[in-house]
C-alpha cells in the first residue's frame, strides 16, 4: 500500500475547509488553536484542564464498551482516562448501516494515528474515542448504502420509517436487512475475505439489534484492538453526568444564541455558514410527538403536543428528567466534552465548518474549543484503475467533472492526427506522378492508355479503403480510452461525488481484507497532520 499527497486545491471541499488546511491563519478568529502548530499544540496540551468526573465517566464507558465485546486495549484506555494527565481525542459520525460511507473509518483512522502522535510526542496518556451519533434522528442518512458493480454505483437501501421516530440508535434493524443482505453478498462476488466480513457484519447489523448496538459492535470489532472507545450522550448515565450543561443552554439561551448570531454572520462574510441558528439548542423527547425542538413562547418555551414551560420550569425539568432531552449539533460537542478530557476532536468539512461558529459559544459553558483536526481525506485507487489513469491525459481531480466535458477533452487533447490531411496529400502526390506516368505510357502504346487510368483509380480505391480502416482503428482506440474515462469516473467520484462520500468501506474490505484499515493505518507518515487529501494505491 503506497500514500501520496494531493492538494486539496482543485477538489470538491468548501472555500472555509481548504483555508482552513491550507492557510489557518485566514480563519484563525473562528478557532481556538492551530491543529498545525507545534508550539499551539503545546500550549494547549500544557494549559488542559479538565473539569468532569473521571471516575464517573469511566465507570460509564466502561460498561457501554464491554458491551460492545471491546478489546483489551480499549478496556485498559478506559482504566487511563481516570489518570489526572490523560486526554482524549474525539470523532463521531451517524450509525450508517454496515459502518457506512469511507469517510467513517476515515474519521477513526485519523482519531487513532492523531491519538498515538500525541502520546508519543507529550508522554501521557491520549486516548482515541469514537462518539456515535446516538441521538441523531436522520434516518434517511443511515438507511442507504453505496458500491461499485461493473463500475457503476449502486444504491441499497433499507425501507423508510414514518415520521414520528424515535432516535436513530433506538430503531431496531428492519428484517429487510436480509433482504440488502442478499443482494449485496450477490454483487460483493465471492473473495478469500468474504466469509470473515460476512460474519462481522452478520454478528453486528443482526435483525432484532438496535441501529446503536449494531453499529457499535462494528466499529468495536474492527479498531478497539487499537484502543478506540465508544462513547455516546443517549444514555441516563450520561445525561445526568452532563445534565448541568443542559440547564446551563437554558439559564444562558439569549446569550449563547448571540454569541453563535456573532460569530456566524462574521464567518458568512468570507465563507458559508453550515448551520442554522435556532432559539435553543434543546430537543425534548416525547412519547407522543417523538422528539421535537424546544422554541421560544415570548418569555418562555414550548415544543410540539402543546407543551409549555416558564424558563425555571424548564430547568426544573432538566433537573428532574435530563433522559427526557437531546442536544442539537452545537450541544452536543459541549455535551461530549464535558464527559470526556478532549483536548482535540477529528472533523470532516462540514463539522469544520459548523465548529467555526461556535467559538464564542464555549464561553458560555466556560469552557475552550478543543483542537479541531481534519480528517484524514482519501481517494482508493485499486490496481486495476492504477494500470489504466497513466494513459488518459487527466488529472485526478478532472475526472470529478461530467463524463461529456471529460470525452470532449479528450478528443481535444488526443486528436494528434489529421487523418485527412494524410490521405489528401498522399492523393495528390499519386496523381501528379500518375499524369507523368500515364502520358509515358501511351507514348509506348496509346492502347494502354485507358489501362493505365485504371491502375491508378485501383490505387486511389485501395487508399480510400486504408483511410477507412484507420478511421476504424482510431475510433476503436478512442472507444477503449473513453470506456476507461468511464470506468475511472465511476470508481474514483461515484455519481459525481468524491468515493468517500459515496462508496462503503465494505465494498473494499471484501476485496483486500478485513485487516485493509490496519494497513492503511500503519502507512501514514508517522508525523502526518491530513493537511493534503491522500491517493491510497492498493
Known sequence: ?????????????????????????????????????????????????????????????????????????????????????????????????????????????????????????????????????????DYDEVRKLTIIDKDEPKTFSLPPKNNHLPTVADLPIPEEISDMRSQLKELLYNTDFSDGLWKILDESFQEGHSFFEAFGLFISRLFSKHGLVMAGSNHPDVKEATGEYLKISVEKADKIRRQLEEKSANLSEGYHQQVTLYDSNLFYLDDETGRTKISRNGNGWKADGNIEWSTSQLVDEIDTHPDRFSPNVFLRPILQDALLPTVGYVAGPGETAYYGQMKSMYQCFDMEMPIIYPRLSATLIEPAIDRIIGELPFEIHEYGNRIEDLESDYVERTDQHDIEAIFEDWQARVEEISDYKKKDVADIDTTLEAAAEKATSVYMNELNKLKGKVYRSVKKQDQTQLDR?????????????????????????????????????????????????KLVYL
Open 1 to 137: 500500500m503506497q500514500v501520496t499527497n494531493y492538494s486539496f486545491e482543485h477538489l470538491p471541499f468548501s472555500k472555509l475547509f481548504k483555508a482552513y488546511t491550507q492557510n489557518f491563519d485566514e480563519v484563525s478568529e473562528f478557532f481556538e488553536t492551530s491543529p498545525f502548530d507545534g508550539n499551539a499544540i503545546s500550549q494547549k496540551i500544557d494549559e488542559f484542564n479538565f473539569q468532569g468526573d473521571r471516575k464517573q465517566t469511566a465507570s460509564i464507558l466502561s460498561a457501554l464498551n464491554k458491551e460492545f465485546n471491546a478489546h483489551d486495549e480499549a478496556i485498559r484506555n478506559i482504566e487511563r482516562l481516570e489518570k489526572e494527565n490523560a486526554l482524549a481525542v474525539v470523532t463521531g459520525q451517524q450509525l450508517g448501516v454496515y459502518g457506512g460511507a469511507l469517510y467513517t473509518v476515515f474519521k477513526t483512522i485519523s482519531t487513532i494515528h492523531i491519538a498515538q502522535k500525541l502520546e508519543k510526542e507529550f508522554d501521557r496518556p491520549v486516548v482515541p474515542v469514537f462518539w456515535l451519533a446516538d441521538e441523531d434522528h
Open 485 to 533: 474515462i468511464q470506468r475511472i469516473k465511476a470508481n474514483l467520484f461515484p455519481k459525481g461525488e468524491l468515493q468517500e462520500r459515496t462508496i462503503a468501506g465494505i465494498f473494499f474490505m471484501n476485496k483486500y481484507g478485513i485487516d485493509v484499515w490496519d494497513k492503511l493505518l500503519s502507512s501514514l507518515d508517522p508525523d502526518e497532520d491530513f493537511s493534503d487529501h
